[in-house]
C-alpha cells in the first residue's frame, strides 16, 4: 500500500519545514507527499523547493495554485492528485510523531476498513501541549461503521478532523466524498459526516500520532467572524442536512442510528462553530438573532423534531434552540458550555 501525505499550506514560511520533516523522518518505506500551496504570499514555496531538493531521493511533489481558493478545495484538490492507495491530510503547520504512518498502514492492513482514525494533541506556540485527545482503541465493521463507533464509545463532546486520519482512496472516490465547495473553511463537517455514513469499516488508534499547533499562523485560524462567518456556517449546515437527507431518500430501508444523528446535531449545535459566531463581537446582534431564527425554521423544515436529537448536549442545545428567546439562552449557554458539561457528565453517569 502506497500513503499520499497530502499537506496544505499557506503562508507557512515558518513552519512547513518542520511539517515536512517529520514526514521524511517516517519509517514507512512507500510515502508520496503531496503539497498543495493554496498562492502563499510569503516565502512558503522557496522553503518547500528547498526542501525538495535536499531530499531528492523522496517522492515529494509541489502544486502551486493560480490563486487562493481556501481549504475546503486544497483538500478536494489533493484527492484529485493523490496517487497513492490511501491518503493522510495534514495542515502545513503541524507534525506527525516518529512511526506514525507505519502505525496507521499496519492498521489499515490488519482490519481492512475504509478508515483508521488516530489520536492527537494540540500544543501552544511555544510546543507547550494544551490537551490531548486520546480515542478508545476499537475497530468496528458493517453498516454504519463511524455511528456504532460513537455509540459505544462517545459519551460527550465529539469532534473528529478531517487530518489524522487515512483514508483509502478509493473509498472515498467511490462514494464522491469531498469537502463542499459553497464555503472556504470547516472543510471537515460535511466531509466526516459522509464518511460516517458510508465507511464499512473504522478503526481508532489510541496512541497520539499528530500535533496539531495551535497558533496564530495556523492555516485553519484566522475565521473572520462576521455576517460572512453565519453565512458560511449555514451553508455548512444546509450541506450536512442535504447529505442526510440524500442518503435517506436513496437507502430508505437503511434507517440513520443513533450515532448518524447524534453526529449531524453535534456538528450543527455544540462543535463551536456557532458557539464562535454567536460570542463574536464583530457580528451584530440582529444578525445573531435572524439567523438563530432561520436555524429554527431550517430544522422543522426538515423534521429535525426531538426524536431526532441525540446526547445530552445536542438535547440542551436543541431546548434552547426551540424556545421563544434563542438568542440569551444560547449566548449564556455557550457563555457557560464547561460548567454546562461537567455538570451534564455529572448527570449522565
Given at each position: 500500500?502506497?500513503?499520499?501525505?497530502?499537506?496544505?499550506?499557506y503562508?507557512?514560511?515558518?513552519?512547513?519545514?518542520?511539517?515536512?520533516?517529520?514526514?521524511?523522518?517516517q519509517?514507512?518505506?512507500d510515502?508520496?507527499?503531496l503539497?498543495?500551496?493554496?498562492?502563499?504570499?510569503d516565502?512558503?514555496v522557496?522553503?518547500?523547493?528547498?526542501?525538495i531538493k535536499?531530499?531528492?531521493?523522496?517522492?515529494?511533489?509541489?502544486?502551486?495554485?493560480?490563486?487562493?481558493?481556501?481549504?475546503?478545495?486544497?483538500?478536494?484538490?489533493?484527492?484529485d492528485?493523490?496517487?497513492?492507495?490511501?491518503?493522510?491530510?495534514?495542515?502545513?503547520?503541524?507534525?506527525?510523531?516518529?512511526?506514525a504512518?507505519?502505525l496507521?498502514?499496519?492498521?489499515m492492513?490488519?482490519?481492512?476498513?475504509?478508515?483508521?482514525?488516530?489520536?492527537?494533541?494540540?500544543?501552544?506556540?511555544?510546543?507547550?501541549?494544551?490537551?490531548?485527545?486520546?480515542?478508545?482503541?476499537d475497530?468496528?465493521?458493517?453498516?454504519?461503521a463511524?455511528?456504532?463507533?460513537?455509540?459505544?464509545?462517545?459519551?460527550?463532546?465529539?469532534?473528529?478532523?478531517?487530518?489524522n486520519?487515512?483514508?483509502?482512496l478509493?473509498?472515498?472516490?467511490s462514494h464522491?466524498?469531498?469537502?463542499?465547495?459553497?464555503?472556504?473553511?470547516?472543510?471537515?463537517?460535511?466531509?466526516?459526516?459522509?464518511v460516517?455514513?458510508?465507511a464499512?469499516?473504522?478503526?481508532?488508534?489510541?496512541?497520539?500520532?499528530?500535533?496539531?499547533?495551535?497558533?496564530?499562523t495556523?492555516?485553519?485560524?484566522?475565521?473572520?467572524?462576521?455576517?460572512?462567518?453565519?453565512?458560511?456556517?449555514r451553508?455548512?449546515?444546509?450541506?450536512?442536512?442535504?447529505?442526510?437527507?440524500?442518503?435517506?431518500?436513496?437507502?430508505?430501508?437503511?434507517?440513520?442510528p443513533?450515532g448518524?444523528?447524534?453526529?449531524?446535531?453535534?456538528?450543527?449545535?455544540?462543535?463551536?462553530?456557532?458557539?464562535?459566531?454567536l460570542?463574536?463581537?464583530?457580528?451584530?446582534?440582529?444578525?445573531?438573532?435572524?439567523?438563530l431564527?432561520?436555524?429554527?425554521?431550517?430544522?422543522?423544515?426538515?423534521?429535525?423534531?426531538?426524536s431526532?436529537?441525540?446526547g445530552?448536549?445536542?438535547?440542551?442545545s436543541?431546548?434552547?434552540?426551540?424556545?421563544?428567546?434563542?438568542?440569551?439562552?444560547?449566548?449564556?449557554?455557550?457563555?457557560?458550555?464547561?460548567?454546562?458539561?461537567?455538570l451534564?457528565?455529572?448527570?449522565?453517569?
Amino acid at each position: 500500500m502506497r500513503i499520499t501525505v497530502a499537506i496544505a499550506c499557506y503562508n507557512l514560511e515558518d513552519r512547513i519545514a518542520d511539517c515536512l520533516e517529520s514526514v521524511i523522518a517516517q519509517d514507512f518505506p512507500d510515502i508520496e507527499i503531496l503539497i498543495i500551496d493554496d498562492h502563499s504570499t510569503d516565502n512558503s514555496v522557496e522553503v518547500v523547493r528547498k526542501l525538495i531538493k535536499n531530499h531528492s531521493e523522496k517522492d515529494i511533489r509541489l502544486v502551486i495554485n493560480e490563486e487562493n481558493l481556501g481549504l475546503c478545495k486544497v483538500r478536494n484538490l489533493s484527492i484529485d492528485e493523490a496517487q497513492g492507495d490511501a491518503i493522510f491530510f495534514m495542515d502545513g503547520d503541524d507534525t506527525i510523531e516518529p512511526g506514525a504512518l507505519s502505525l496507521f498502514h499496519k492498521r489499515m492492513e490488519e482490519t481492512g476498513v475504509d478508515v483508521v482514525c488516530g489520536s492527537f494533541r494540540k500544543t501552544d506556540d511555544a510546543g507547550n501541549t494544551l490537551i490531548t485527545k486520546q480515542f478508545p482503541d476499537d475497530t468496528v465493521k458493517g453498516d454504519f461503521a463511524f455511528a456504532s463507533y460513537i455509540e459505544k464509545h462517545i459519551k460527550g463532546f465529539y469532534w473528529l478532523p478531517i487530518w489524522n486520519n487515512l483514508y483509502r482512496l478509493d473509498f472515498l472516490r467511490s462514494h464522491n466524498i469531498c469537502c463542499s465547495t459553497h464555503y472556504r473553511k470547516h472543510e471537515g463537517s460535511l466531509f466526516t459526516f459522509k464518511v460516517a455514513l458510508y465507511a464499512q469499516g473504522v478503526s481508532y488508534i489510541h496512541d497520539v500520532t499528530y500535533n496539531w499547533q495551535n497558533v496564530p499562523t495556523s492555516i485553519t485560524n484566522g475565521i473572520k467572524k462576521n455576517k460572512h462567518y453565519l453565512r458560511d456556517f449555514r451553508a455548512v449546515i444546509e450541506s450536512v442536512i442535504d447529505a442526510k437527507n440524500e442518503f435517506e431518500s436513496c437507502h430508505s430501508h437503511m434507517p440513520l442510528p443513533d450515532g448518524i444523528r447524534f453526529l449531524s446535531n453535534y456538528i450543527i449545535l455544540t462543535q463551536g462553530l456557532l458557539r464562535r459566531g454567536l460570542e463574536s463581537e464583530a457580528i451584530g446582534r440582529k444578525e445573531k438573532i435572524l439567523f438563530l431564527k432561520w436555524l429554527r425554521r431550517y430544522y422543522r423544515m426538515n423534521n429535525m423534531n426531538w426524536s431526532n436529537i441525540v446526547g445530552p448536549y445536542n438535547r440542551i442545545s436543541y431546548l434552547i434552540l426551540m424556545s421563544p428567546f434563542p438568542y440569551p439562552l444560547f449566548r449564556f449557554y455557550f457563555r457557560h458550555l464547561k460548567a454546562v458539561s461537567n455538570l451534564v457528565n455529572y448527570l449522565v453517569r
